[in-house]
């Protein structure tokens, strides 16, 4: 009960955008406002200034408008405009984004504009006037337009600004592509007065025949009767919500369990006051037992890899439904039973593919390296972020990992942030794991062993180790005689190793600057042996599925603005590096 309602307390604080409804995909009234939209690349930012938002026409002879929408730049949506169009490949700055949409409304019912993520920055306006803005390009919210919307055509306009910033998450410089954009789905929402804002529905740690949850309602008269049915464990349940219009419940039942190889998921339907919302969820444990990770009670190795939200053969982010099936299905042919969706919480679709697919997941939060951890701001910001990943996601059974950040140097501040984020992230959902990576592992020579000694490690249920041994570092000494010494007592996942290649190219095995598939492949097969010695290794995750986009990798002949290290090229070909790990995989149990 405390969790619920803390849950649901804390999330509309933050961000000035209202708390987002559960799951747009499951509703009845809702209309995708995806498509072509007007744009306008508006380098020097003079838009605001020039009230573009009010989308003018010259009203009297004299009168002139020096900015139109029609006529000019048509973006996609979902989309990122860095990839649309070769002027805006390497853009970094405002781009004003408008469409009209008509809407015939109903007096009693209630409207709103989901936007599903937008990167970095959005400022929203309905018809000239402002309906608020949203920092964080990787997280959903919305706004009511109730008051705002006319019957009839309405003018949506975005102004996205996708410029790096010190106080930013991710901060100034990070190893992937700055996309910008309206980059995943828009929805025009209508609900009743009184609405289902939110539900959670989940195993109870440790239980495997009683399911929670809670029904949150948002409107005037809150205090009504809701109904949660899964028809299939023949469950209905009729309830009746409190003055703040929550419906907690428990329920007895003995549902089969979601496992990576039997992924099964139940059909679920939340309704109240004629609104009815579907959703797909299963249930499943994940705990740990000393340095084991328990799903469902028995040990589980975590057989995974790395991906972000990209397609590379279109060099942009991936955001529908068909992008989400073409990087699952390599997941899957890899052998994999777990991914870890760097750095930043991915769009639905990718995560909902998963759960069917029987994929668990590690997610995060952008903090990436330098976050400007001395800024007050930092702080509020990354709780924002924390909360709206764990709001969104917490129904969906294949996400066992919650990480709170990748590669940050400790320094007190950091610790003491991090170990902020981490308490919130109990507090938000004690069902799960929370995890964080690490790279500052470090190899004594003396006694051939890694080291590792962060505050951090010590508040995380799970370790992830970030070592690029045989890339960043060369092997010390041979692979077998190599010991690990970190977080002993807990569950260690080698979070990220591997080492660069560019398909096709071949050379020797022992060089790195060959970037030879011959290296890379070698280098895998010593980091594997190398893992033998971590006694308390729970899983793994190469970095990483694809080549990926970076302004960071300035090789002109084998990097050209990509990170090799994927061990599938830009354009889907596999690498020797790919079969060594879908043999471990295979015969790994
Ligand atoms: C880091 C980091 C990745 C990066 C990788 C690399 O460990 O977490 O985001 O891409 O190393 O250097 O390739």
Known sequence: MKTILFFILTLSIGANAQSFMMNPYGRQNTTLLNGKWNAIIDMYSRGEVKKFYQNRKP????????????????????GDFNSQTPELKYYEGNIWYQRYFKVKKKPSNRQFIYFAAVSYEATVWLNGIEIGRHEGGFTPFQFEVTDVLKEGENDLVVLVNNNRRKDGIPAMNFDWWNYGGITRDVFFIETPSTYILDYKLQLNKGSKNKLSGYIKLDGINVAQQVEVSIPELKVHKTLAADENGLAAFEIIAKPQLWEPDSPKMYDVKFVSNGEAIHDKIGFRTIELKGTEILLNGKPIFLKGVNFHEEIPQFMGRACSDADAAMILNEVKALGCNFAR????????????????????????????????????????????????????????????????????????????????????????????????????????????????????????DVVGINEYVGWYQPFPTEPENIKWNVANNKPLIMSEFGSEALYGQHGEADVASSWSEEYQENNYKKNLRMFENIPNLSGIAPWVLFDFRSPLRCHQSNQEGWNRKGVVSNKGQRKKAWYVMNQYYSETK
């Not at 951890?373 to 990354?382: G, W």
């Open 341 to 460: 969706t760097a750095h930043y919480p991915q769009n639905e679709r990718i995560l909902r593919k998963a759960e069917e697919m029987g994929i668990t997941i590690w997610e995060e939060i952008p903090i990436w390296q330098g976050i400007e951890f001395t800024n007050p701001i930092i702080l509020k910001k990354a709780e924002t972020m924390l909360r709206e990943m764990i709001y969104r996601d917490k129904n969906r059974s294949n996400i066992i990992i919650w990480s709170v950040a990748n590669e940050t140097w400790p320094t007190p501040a950091r610790d003491s942030i991090l170990s902020e984020l981490v308490s919130l992230t109990r507090a938000l959902d004690d069902t799960r794991l929370v995890g964080a990576a690490f790279n500052n592992a470090k190899f004594n020579k003396l006694t051939s062993t890694f080291n590792m000694n962060d505050n951090l490690a010590k508040v995380v």
């Open 59 to 78: 009203r009297s002879k004299t009168e002139f408008i020096e900015y139109s929408f029609e006529n000019g730049l048509r973006l996609d949506v979902p």
